[in-house]
Each structure stands twice: as structure tokens, then as C-alpha cells.
């Protein structure tokens, strides 16, 4: 078993910035990716950005050029260095890890934490 947990989220105003954090522990191999997505009530879970082992990075659209994950591989352990952060940010933000189990590879998923970007 893989355990998630995610840390960071809070209030902030338009315009200012927030760092989120994704630990993972637990029986596994290796990580071959961890990623952060958004889901707001009635909308599908969005991705925002994901980082690989190797360190190949993914957007959204959205958070390009504002937004920067990163990952320290021997902590097990992703960041997401949020800046100007806009209103339509608000979101709980979902840490998910792709753990490498040797003959199968599995999601895992964290309990969440709210964004939420308000003046």
C-alpha cells in the first residue's frame, strides 16, 4: 500500500503564490510519475502538471508559464510552485502518484487540499 499525502493549500489573494507538497511512502519499487489535478464541484478532475522519474514535464493550458513542479526522487516527494495565481485556481488539488509494483503499475491518490484564491 502507497500512502499520499499532500500539504500547502490555503487562502490567498489574485495575484500571490502558494507551494504544494506530495509525499509518497509505502511498498513500492519506484515512482514512474506524480501528478497534481483540480477538480471544482460539478467539473470533471483536471490535470494541472505532472513530472516523471526522468523529469519530462506536462501542463495544463491553463497554468503554463505560472505554474512549476518539480520532484525530489529520493524523498519521494513533488512540488507545485503556484504564481499569479488567478480566482479560477480555486480548486482542491489532488496529488496522484504512479507507483511501480514490478509486475504492475498502479495509481494512488491523495486526500486533497483546497486552493482557494479570493480578495
Known amino acids: 500500500q502507497v500512502h499520499v499525502v499532500e500539504s500547502g493549500g490555503g487562502l490567498v489573494q489574485p495575484g500571490g503564490s502558494l507551494r504544494l507538497s506530495c509525499a509518497a511512502s509505502?511498498?513500492?519499487?519506484?515512482?514512474?510519475?506524480m501528478g497534481w489535478y483540480r477538480q471544482t464541484p460539478g467539473k470533471q478532475r483536471e490535470l494541472v502538471a505532472l513530472?516523471?522519474?526522468?523529469?519530462?514535464?506536462e501542463y495544463g493550458d491553463s497554468v503554463k508559464a505560472r505554474f512549476t513542479i518539480s520532484r525530489d526522487n529520493a524523498k519521494n516527494t513533488m512540488y507545485l510552485q503556484m504564481n499569479s495565481l488567478k480566482p479560477e485556481d480555486t480548486a482542491v488539488y489532488f496529488c496522484?502518484?504512479?507507483?511501480?509494483?514490478?509486475?504492475?503499475?498502479?495509481?494512488?491518490w491523495g486526500q486533497g487540499t483546497q486552493v482557494t484564491v479570493s480578495s
Open positions: 509505502g511498498g513500492m519499487l519506484s515512482i514512474l510519475s
Open positions: 496522484k502518484v504512479v507507483a511501480d509494483h514490478g509486475v504492475d503499475y498502479l495509481d494512488y
Open positions: 513530472i516523471t522519474s526522468r523529469g519530462r514535464t
